[in-house]
């Protein structure tokens, strides 16, 4: 054969060995080729995975993306105040407003004893310390459970608004201190640390810190304190001068901070189900501290019972009754115990 005919089969081999290459099978690659970044040849990008336009999401570890929010931020925030409660007013409906206050928790890093998304519900653990805090309400515990001699809680509650598409928020403080026996006694809540921790929530959701509270009625106090007395049918109430909706506010806060579990509400039903676990929920399980908080009189019953929180208007006041769930009846001695514990944080 002569030498270009040698030459012209040379170069038809060629071609064929480029053209076979270049349709190959994408899992017969190099391992080069398999590990180049695919930001190297963006024209190559496939489109399947790009997030659209106008979306918000957040990353696998939680971080935010570089050109969007891991959440969309509230439209508009306002304090509000009535007498001497405040709550957050957020243009937002309960399940975005829930995403936001768990990103809050998450950064200042709290840990929770009980998150429940559908009361709207997140309660911390019990924090330590060997005084009582005088600013930051979310400082981190001081001391160890042994060493202390205070020990904080605090309560967030989520609620939907009485304006429709808005989420109301309420901050809830309980505080118990040992004595010199080693007792543990339940405190008053702090006010303060209730506003401070509100406040820190306010700037969180984007409102503004130096924004007074908006009331919704004029004056800080109340003309006519709550009042425990017995119906006309024997029955134990406590008589609140507010109309339904500011009554329904001050009775949630009342039972969060007096250490009640809320397990059910229905506010168009008007009713709160409770239990009063003192053995789990009001503080650390020292000995004696159960005989400081228990409204039994020597033992706590292995079975706890669920009781009802009517509310009830009445003209110009709203009656709060206390009735037991179930067949058996409701014991006045006890529902005069509840309603006086609520009571007091009322005041």
Request: contains cysteine; charged residues 25%.
């Amino acid at each position: 054969m002569s030498r270009p005919i040698l030459v012209l089969l040379a170069l038809l081999s060629l071609l064929a060995l480029a053209g076979c290459k270049s349709g190959a099978d994408p899992a017969e690659r190099t391992a080069d080729e398999l590990t180049l970044p695919p930001d190297l040849n963006p024209e190559q990008q496939s489109s399947a995975m790009a997030i659209p336009a106008g979306t918000k999401a957040s990353t696998g570890t939680g971080q935010k993306s570089s050109t969007e929010p891991v959440l969309p931020e509230p439209d508009h925030v306002t304090l509000r105040r009535d007498g001497h409660e405040r709550w957050l007013e957020v243009q937002a409906p309960p399940s975005q407003v829930w995403r936001w206050v768990g990103r809050f928790v998450k950064q200042r890093g709290l840990t929770l004893a009980r998150s429940d998304p559908k009361l709207g519900i997140m309660e911390s653990t019990w924090l330590y310390s060997a005084k009582p805090l005088e600013r930051d309400a979310l400082a981190p515990s001081t001391v160890d459970r042994a060493a202390a001699s205070i020990a904080d809680r605090y309560l967030i509650r989520l609620e939907e608004g009485v304006q429709q598409g808005t989420t109301e928020v309420f901050v809830a403080h309980r505080r118990v201190a040992r004595d010199e026996q080693g007792k543990w006694h339940l405190r008053d809540a702090d006010r303060f640390l209730e506003a401070e921790l509100m406040r820190a929530l306010l700037i969180s959701l984007g409102g503004d810190a130096a924004s007074s509270p908006t009331p919704l009625a004029q004056g800080d106090t109340r003309a006519v304190e709550p009042q425990l007395l017995q119906l006309d049918n024997g029955t134990a109430a406590l008589v609140l001068h507010d109309g339904f909706f500011e009554a329904w506010r001050r009775i949630g806060l009342a039972l969060d901070r007096a250490g009640f579990t809320v397990v059910d509400r229905d506010r168009s039903a008007r009713h709160y189900f409770i239990r009063y676990d003192t053995r789990a929920e009001l503080g650390p399980k020292d000995e004696g501290f159960l005989d400081t908080v228990a409204f039994w009189s020597n033992k706590i019953p292995d079975t706890i019972e669920k009781y009802r929180i009517d509310l009830t208007e009445v003209k110009d006041v709203t009656q709060v009754t206390v009735q037991r769930v179930g067949d058996a009846p409701t014991s006045q001695d006890i529902a005069v115990k509840i309603l006086g514990l609520v009571q007091k944080q009322l005041r």
